[in-house]
């Protein structure tokens, strides 16, 4: 009949003996993981409460915060809204007041057209010339 081989023994024997060292490591190892866990557990648990502490006293600092960002931005829009009103009002002035300035202006004009045209003699020409000495000096 067929034998088992002596190598095919001894190689066996050597798995079967390694298997054995492999699970009292492992069985080893699971004992000192569950005795880890077992003093960490408490540490978990008041890690646990504090971050819902924290996250209550975080949603409480966001709240706060929104209230004071749409309050800050209620008030940024009551300025804005009085500048816009104050620029309205001031335009409503420079409309009314423009054309006594405009006409003062021309008044001023004028007057110094008539001196420089009495310097130069008090003609027409130089009346015509002084007026548009003037003009040019608007244009520049």
């Known amino acids: 009949m067929n034998e ?8 066996s024997g050597l798995f079967f003996f390694m298997n054995v060292v492999l699970f009292a490591a492992l069985a080893i190892a699971m004992f000192k993981i569950a005795a880890v866990m077992k003093d960490l557990t408490p540490k978990v648990n008041s890690l646990t409460q504090k971050v819902e502490v924290l996250t209550e006293k975080v949603g409480a600092l966001a709240d706060t915060t929104r209230a004071t960002v ?21 335009a409503a002035q420079w409309e009314r007041f ?14 110094g057209a008539f001196r420089e045209m009495r310097r130069k003699g008090g003609n027409k020409a130089a009346l ?5 000495d003037a003009l040019q000096q608007d244009n520049n």
């Open 128 to 132: 015509q010339e002084a007026l548009q």
């Open 98 to 111: 423009a054309p006594i300035l405009m006409g003062g202006m021309t008044a001023f004009k004028l007057i």
């Open 4 to 11: 088992i081989p002596t190598w095919w023994l001894v190689l």
């Open 70 to 90: 749409d309050r800050v931005g209620g008030k940024a829009g009551n300025v804005a809204g009085s500048a816009a009103n104050i620029a309205e009002v001031a």
